[in-house]
């Protein structure tokens, strides 16, 4: 099997992005993506940034602006860049937080470094990968799994519309790389209890017998060999339908897995993390550069503002506590219908009048969700 090396596209990339964050005065320390660089495949693969500070800022909404400004600035440089920096970072984290142990493990096990103190990074890296297997596991990879499977995968759902270059080839990289590998990626990681780093990785190593074929024709896509016949994206879907469901077969139902001491800390800085960068995403989608397409973003954001309701309610509990007590006050502040450039407005907007219940819940400690 060939070693697929990272495109130099997406290590300009995140050297751009790291100038404009720091143009900004975001305060980065470090920035990492999701997925290794064997997953990146140009020109299709956007670069799905997370974001390590110091410490909280004084001011998440303000920083927000600035982490916007500076998306902005840099999708503006090119035009590629509309899908290559398709959408502002995913979370924000502190660095006590994941040296601490409280980024989700089977998250974090996935990241790559763009910039920042290597040492750390892969110090978090082996922890990340030696945790024991838990909740938190099995809710991840599953939920990966329940998002797709059973004709939750939409391929007219992948928009098209930032795209530059070749439709075609964009929408089967779409069924190889935003539906068939992450189902794949989950379903080593529960058939084995290991946290995969990759896509590339899963489909190279996990191979139970009868699915070796199936593994080589998506990465075959992937790679866009020259010796891989095209098929139509009907096609691929189709042939991605019955792999899936032969890797499924492989896959354990859920069992009894420990919670671990950290997960409700855990859930929280992961529940946090997204929500820090919301405003962000927001403020992009509403007023993207010219010729950018925001429409199919902003319906996205319904799932995503669904699972933080979930987790909230969850943190919440019975509210027995001030930290359950401030989950219950920043859940009624989540829209949780379908989402809209008016739904959007409308949050912006309560998340103003209602600043301080936003800046204490995504700057609580985790030392304080259980005192």
Same mark, same amino acid.
């Given at each position: 099997?060939?070693?697929?090396?990272?495109?130099?596209?997406?290590?300009?990339?995140?050297?751009?992005?790291?100038?404009?964050?720091?143009?900004?005065?975001?305060?980065?320390?470090?920035?990492?993506?999701?997925?290794?660089?064997?997953?990146?495949?140009?020109?299709?693969?956007?670069?799905?940034?997370?974001?390590?500070?110091?410490?909280?800022?004084?001011?998440?909404?303000?920083?927000?602006?600035?982490?916007?400004?500076?998306?902005?600035?840099?999708?503006?440089?090119?035009?590629?860049?509309?899908?290559?920096?398709?959408?502002?970072?995913?979370?924000?984290?502190?660095?006590?937080?994941?040296?601490?142990?409280?980024?989700?493990?089977?998250?974090?096990?996935?990241?790559?470094?763009?910039?920042?103190?290597?040492?750390?990074?892969?110090?978090?890296?082996?922890?990340?990968?030696?945790?024991?297997?838990?909740?938190?596991?099995?809710?991840?990879?599953?939920?990966?799994?329940?998002?797709?499977?059973?004709?939750?995968?939409?391929?007219?759902?992948?928009?098209?519309?930032?795209?530059?270059?070749?439709?075609?080839?964009?929408?089967?990289?779409?069924?190889?790389?935003?539906?068939?590998?992450?189902?794949?990626?989950?379903?080593?990681?529960?058939?084995?209890?290991?946290?995969?780093?990759?896509?590339?990785?899963?489909?190279?190593?996990?191979?139970?017998?009868?699915?070796?074929?199936?593994?080589?024709?998506?990465?075959?896509?992937?790679?866009?060999?020259?010796?891989?016949?095209?098929?139509?994206?009907?096609?691929?879907?189709?042939?991605?339908?019955?792999?899936?469901?032969?890797?499924?077969?492989?896959?354990?139902?859920?069992?009894?897995?420990?919670?671990?001491?950290?997960?409700?800390?855990?859930?929280?800085?992961?529940?946090?993390?997204?929500?820090?960068?919301?405003?962000?995403?927001?403020?992009?989608?509403?007023?993207?550069?010219?010729?950018?397409?925001?429409?199919?973003?902003?319906?996205?954001?319904?799932?995503?503002?669904?699972?933080?309701?979930?987790?909230?309610?969850? !943190?919440?509990?019975?509210?027995?506590?001030?930290?359950?007590?401030?989950?219950?006050?920043?859940?009624?502040?989540?829209?949780?219908?379908?989402?809209?450039?008016?739904? !959007?407005?409308?949050?912006?907007?309560?998340?103003?009048?209602?600043?301080?219940?936003?800046?204490?819940?995504?700057?609580?400690?985790?030392?304080?969700?259980?005192?």
């Amino acid at each position: 099997m060939a070693v697929i090396e990272a495109p130099p596209l997406y290590s300009g990339l995140g050297a751009l992005y790291e100038r404009e964050l720091d143009a900004h005065d975001v305060g980065a320390v470090m920035l990492t993506h999701k997925w290794q660089p064997a997953d990146l495949l140009a020109p299709h693969s956007d670069i799905d940034v997370r974001v390590l500070l110091p410490q909280a800022p004084a001011d998440w909404e303000e920083w927000n602006h600035r982490l916007a400004a500076a998306h902005t600035a840099s999708v503006g440089r090119e035009v590629s860049h509309r899908r290559l920096l398709e959408h502002p970072p995913g979370f924000a984290f502190t660095v006590a937080e994941a040296d601490g142990r409280l980024v989700s493990a089977p998250e974090l096990a996935t990241w790559s470094l763009i910039s920042g103190s290597a040492r750390d990074f892969q110090r978090w890296k082996s922890r990340a990968q030696m945790a024991p297997w838990c909740e938190v596991d099995e809710r991840f990879y599953r939920g990966i799994l329940q998002g797709r499977l059973g004709g939750r995968y939409q391929l007219a759902a992948d928009s098209t519309d930032n795209v530059v270059e070749d439709i075609t080839a964009y929408r089967r990289h779409c069924v190889a790389w935003h539906y068939l590998a992450p189902c794949w990626f989950a379903a080593a990681a529960l058939a084995t209890r290991t946290r995969c780093p990759g896509k590339t990785a899963a489909l190279t190593q996990w191979r139970p017998d009868g699915l070796d074929g199936y593994a080589e024709l998506f990465l075959g896509h992937a790679e866009d060999r020259p010796d891989a016949r095209p098929r139509s994206p009907r096609h691929l879907l189709r042939t991605a339908h019955v792999s899936l469901e032969a890797a499924m077969r492989r896959v354990p139902d859920a069992g009894p897995v420990g919670q671990g001491e950290e997960h409700a800390r855990t859930d929280w800085v992961m529940t946090s993390g997204m929500l820090r960068v919301r405003v962000a995403r927001w403020l992009y989608y509403l007023d993207p550069p010219p010729g950018v397409a925001t429409d199919y973003l902003i319906r996205r954001e319904a799932k995503e503002l669904r699972a933080a309701a979930q987790s909230l309610n969850a !943190l919440a509990a019975d509210e027995a506590t001030p930290a359950q007590r401030l989950a219950a006050r920043m859940v009624v502040l989540i829209p949780t219908g379908p989402t809209t450039t008016g739904t !959007l407005r409308a949050t912006l907007a309560l998340w103003h009048r209602q600043k301080s219940t936003v800046q204490d819940f995504l700057t609580l400690t985790p030392g304080d969700v259980h005192p």
